[in-house]
């Protein structure tokens, strides 16, 4: 669960300076940002109540609860770099109306509901759940399902060709492509449509956790975001982090954020 959040600090030095280097150094200037945040808020949403959803009341309540952690993280953390729209929403304390971003805001959040529940319709539902009050369009809640769908399937045990070829039906993404060939002309835009599909094959062009995240910085994009996606895919595939990486993150990670995520995975990583 932590591949998310370390794959957001790792890239965020390169969010604003972008690299095509693969071998990019890991920079003392990193830091957590959003993505991490947003991470931690959805894991509080599932730790308060781990509903399941089955009927159209079910969708509306639950989404008012992640709506409700993303309001109340942001009040913890308002610097943290989020996007415009995202701070008008989350700053209002008076109102909760629905916005309809197509930003990767969306699916950088996700990968705690990839863990939590057992079936990937549940995960399906609960991603749309998550999108609903910031991100009510069919773009984002589309990346959403998807990078939550690649992380459920991830750690029960589907194979890259699998997860592939489940995102390709499911959502009519294109990922019959390479990195080498994309990279050249890749640059930053955080629409979901644009970032999500090659951050899902940052992963399915990885070896480790490591060169997930390598792969996803080094096209020169919204770094921290597409490593965060990439990094959190990889971690439930291969189930490993390096040391190196651990202890290069987490002494850059808040103790809050840090211990909601330990929290999380005591009880639902295995």
């Not at 600090?9 to 071998?23: A, L």
């Not at 773009?139 to 592939?164: C, N, Q, W, Y």
Request: proline fraction near 3%; hydrophobic fraction near 35%.
């Amino acid at each position: 669960m932590l591949g998310a959040v370390y794959g957001d600090i790792i890239g965020s030095y390169y969010e604003s300076r972008c690299t095509k280097d693969y071998d990019f150094e890991f920079r003392l200037e990193s830091t957590f940002t959003d993505d991490s945040v947003m991470t931690a808020a959805v894991c509080r949403a599932i730790l308060e109540n781990p509903r399941n959803i089955a009927t159209r009341r079910d969708m509306s309540a639950r989404a008012y609860e992640y709506a409700a952690q993303y309001k109340q993280y942001y009040s913890y953390y308002p610097n943290a770099g989020y996007g415009a729209m995202f701070t008008k929403w989350a700053s209002d304390r008076r109102s909760m109306h629905k916005v309809r971003s197509f930003g990767n805001g969306a699916a950088m959040r996700v990968v705690p509901i990839g863990y939590a529940y057992d079936s990937i319709e549940q995960v399906q539902l609960q991603a749309k759940a998550s999108c609903i009050f910031t991100h009510n369009h069919r773009e984002a809640i589309h990346a959403a399902k998807a990078v939550a769908s690649a992380v459920f399937m991830a750690l029960h045990g589907s194979s890259k060709d699998e997860i592939r070829g489940y995102i390709v039906k499911k959502f009519s993404y294109d990922l019959d492509y390479t990195l080498d060939m994309i990279r050249p002309d890749y640059s930053f835009d955080s629409r979901c449509s644009y970032s999500v599909p090659p951050s899902i094959v940052c992963f399915l062009e990885s070896t480790d956790y490591e060169s997930a995240v390598r792969n996803a910085v080094s096209l020169g994009g919204d770094a921290d975001t597409m490593a965060c996606i990439a990094g959190g895919i990889a971690e439930a595939f291969y189930g490993e982090i390096p040391d190196t990486i651990r202890k290069f993150c987490d002494s850059r990670l808040e103790y809050t954020i840090k211990s909601v995520i330990r929290e999380f995975c005591d009880k639902f990583v295995h």
